[in-house]
């Protein structure tokens, strides 16, 4: 019994102060850990000088949180009182999974993030030194709430000829193979701000974009273009810079649209050829003698430089085309704008082999009209131009030295001469002083024919030694004399009395005369209730009664065509020859009624093909060529005599007809059907034969 007591004391007595596990395989304490067993199973704890022991091999290793119990050194992130180190095959990672810094396979330093956002006050240096720093992210920003605005330094500092380079490039990772294509934008640079509203522009106020223009391989070019935002905010390419098809060639588009304007303030230089393709371009210069317009070749060979105007229709060229033209404008005195003179050429023949030109010099004659002065004509036969100098009878034309005809000097800057000798002149106007020396003229050639001299002449050549000259005074209607010939148009007149007519002339003055001669008849018709006019029936104008209607009822002349069929065709009268119907004179009466009537020739002509289908179905149908209204001096009408008279001048052919009617006057429908009577002379005139 007393071991048994003792050994239940000696059990309570070893749990007073310590705590042992029965049954317990090992009594270790385990590798890195900090409680553990005795070889007894006496819980204990693992001794460490200072702190936590370390276990690991990793140097200055940080110590990070592992889980609930544990605390962990990692051997990839180390520290070693200077620099923070994280292995090559480590990250740096902000806020989620998505944003990180890394060193990649190549050693450069990759930024992966969403939005990188820079702020400071001062200035931020990021140093790259040997390798590339990539930047992932959608967008990065640099902003500055100071007074001044933020900036981006790329800066150089190797010893040698480069310079600083912000470089875009453009990588299709959605193929196997990464290619280019052509109009793949490669890089924008975009400037941006808000409008008056404080809205921020949809777009860019400005950008400058490049492209892949052709990515052939071994042809590669490419396109620059500097856009600003042009009046509603959209984007208008101002320069583009255009790789060419060849080496050594690079195109350049300037401005948008036809009505912008680009202004150089300093001299333009052209290396090459110049195509301007507006329509007005325009050198001003507030200079004295400027602007000037110089082309100057500096060649040295016999060529000059060449102004060229061409034409060129995308057609045929026709007759009269202008191939270019100069025009000289200035202000008048009221600072109207003013032509004074002007240069075209014009393609006169423009047939192929026998092409011909015409080139114009006009000035503003008098009333600010140009006008040609001087016409130069190419022919239709090899080496011939013919000219014309000055314009209008008043015109003065002014050679300063000699004139030459062909290779021989004609006439001397005095006016005379210079060869003696001028064969074949027709004509040489009044000579108004000079002595003729030459052989004796033949009287069939004299003004007036002398054959005698005789006292009562009022010739003295009383102590004459040499030649006598006779002077042959006008002509008179009772003194002969020089004589001169009147022109045709003179001698149409007929009012001169100091020239004589020629047969000629005598001809034409009978020839524009004419032979009158009259034709009279009756008629009487019976007016229609429909206004139309009446014409004579099949036995013509002698029958006692006309009772034909016309089917018109018009008082317009050379209107509406009548219609008179082919039964009554003939009733008519027919121009035996060529003549002019110049009036007509008529006596009208009512047989009762007290109304005005109108009285009318009807002609039907070979010039208005009125005329009948002689042997055919056709009748003719005449037009209202010449009426009058009756006149009873404001008296009755009814059974009481009226007059009227038509002139007018209705030529006719040989082999026309007139043919007379009657008709109420102004009535269209509703009339009244009186009889009417009248009598009609008929004023034809014949020219001469």
Not at 242 to 253: L, Y
Not at 410 to 437: K, R, Y
Not at 600 to 628: E, I, V, Y
Request: hydrophobic residues 35%.
């Amino acid at each position: 019994m007393k071991w048994i007591g003792q050994h239940i004391y000696d059990n309570i007595s070893r749990f007073r102060s310590d705590v042992y596990l029965e049954d317990i395989a090992t009594g270790t304490i385990a590798s890195g850990g900090n409680l553990g067993l005795d070889s007894n199973n006496k819980i204990v704890k693992a001794s460490a000088s200072g702190g936590i022991a370390f276990d690991g091999s990793t140097a200055n290793g940080v110590l990070t949180y592992k889980d609930s119990d544990e605390a962990a050194v990692e051997s990839n992130l180390t520290f070693d009182g200077t620099d923070l180190t994280v292995a090559s095959t480590g990250k740096v990672k902000f806020r989620d999974a998505n944003s990180y810094i890394y060193s990649n396979d190549s050693n450069d330093l990759e930024i992966v993030a969403t939005d990188i956002t820079l702020d400071a006050a001062g200035d931020i240096d990021l140093q790259v030194g040997g390798g590339e720093l990539d930047c992932d992210a959608t967008t990065v920003s640099f902003n500055s709430t100071s007074s001044g605005f933020p900036i981006i330094n790329i800066k150089n500092q190797a010893d040698n000829t480069l310079g600083g380079y912000l470089k875009f490039v453009k990588q299709r990772v959605d193929s196997i193979t990464q290619i280019g294509e052509d109009n793949d934008f490669i890089g924008t640079i975009g400037f941006e701000s808000y409008d008056d509203g404080g809205t921020p522009g949809i777009s860019s106020f400005a950008q400058i974009y490049a492209q892949i223009h052709d990515a052939t391989a071994g042809e590669e070019s490419g396109k620059l273009s500097l856009a600003v935002a042009n009046h509603d905010g959209g984007a208008g390419v101002g320069l583009t810079l255009t790789g060419g098809s060849a080496d050594n060639e690079v195109d350049v588009s300037v401005g948008l649209g036809v009505s912008s304007v680009t202004t150089i303030a300093g001299d333009l230089t052209v290396t090459s050829d110049l195509t301007v393709g507006g329509d007005t371009i325009t050198f001003e210069s507030a200079n004295a003698d400027d602007p000037q317009v110089i082309i100057k070749n500096t060649t040295a060979d016999n060529q000059g430089a060449r102004l060229q105007f061409h034409k060129d229709r995308g057609a045929a060229m026709v007759d009269n085309d202008r191939i270019g033209e100069i025009d000289f404008i200035g202000e008048d005195a009221a600072q109207n704008s003013q032509q004074y003179g002007k240069i075209f050429v014009q393609a006169k023949e423009t047939d192929h082999g026998s092409e011909t030109g015409m080139m114009k010099f006009q000035v503003a004659e008098y009333d600010g009209t140009n006008s040609n002065g001087l016409v130069l004509t190419g022919q239709d036969a090899d080496g011939e131009v013919d000219v014309d100098i000055g314009l209008g009878a008043a015109s003065t034309t002014t050679i300063a030295g000699t004139l030459t005809m062909g290779s021989t000097a004609a006439m001397t800057n005095a006016g005379l001469l210079s060869v003696a000798n001028q064969s074949n002149i027709t004509g040489v106007g009044t000579i108004s002083s000079g002595t003729w020396q030459g052989t004796s003229i033949a009287t069939t050639y004299t003004a007036a024919k002398v054959t005698s001299i005789v006292a009562g002449d009022g010739i003295d050549v009383s102590g004459a030694t040499g030649d006598v000259t006779v002077t042959a005074e006008t002509a008179t209607d009772s003194n002969p004399g020089v004589v001169e010939l009147a022109t045709t148009g003179e001698a149409d007149t007929g009012t001169d009395t100091a020239r004589a007519v020629t047969p000629a002339g005598l001809k034409s003055h009978v020839d524009a005369r004419y032979a009158s001669s009259y034709i009279t008849f009756l008629g009487q018709a019976t007016m229609l209730s429909s206004g139309n006019w009446v014409l004579s029936n099949k036995t013509g104008i002698s029958n006692h009664t006309w009772n034909q209607d016309s089917a018109i009822n018009t008082e317009t002349n050379d209107s509406t065509q009548a219609t008179i069929a082919r039964q009554w065709a003939h009733t008519g009268i027919r121009m035996p020859a060529a003549c002019v119907i110049a009036g007509m004179s008529c006596m009208i009466s009512n047989a009762g009624g007290n109304r005005q009537v109108t009285v009318g020739l009807f002609c039907s002509r070979a010039t208005d093909s009125t005329l009948p289908d002689w042997g055919g179905n056709s009748g003719a149908s005449p037009k209202l060529q010449m009426h009058a209204d009756a006149n009873n001096e404001s008296g009755n009408y009814s059974g009481r005599p009226a007059h009227a008279e038509a002139t007018g001048t209705v030529a006719m052919a040989a082999g026309d007809i007139f043919y007379p009617g009657i008709k109420l006057t102004g009535v269209t429908s509703g009339g009244n059907t009186d009889n009417v009577y009248a009598s009609f002379t008929v004023h034809i005139k014949t020219l001469i034969s």
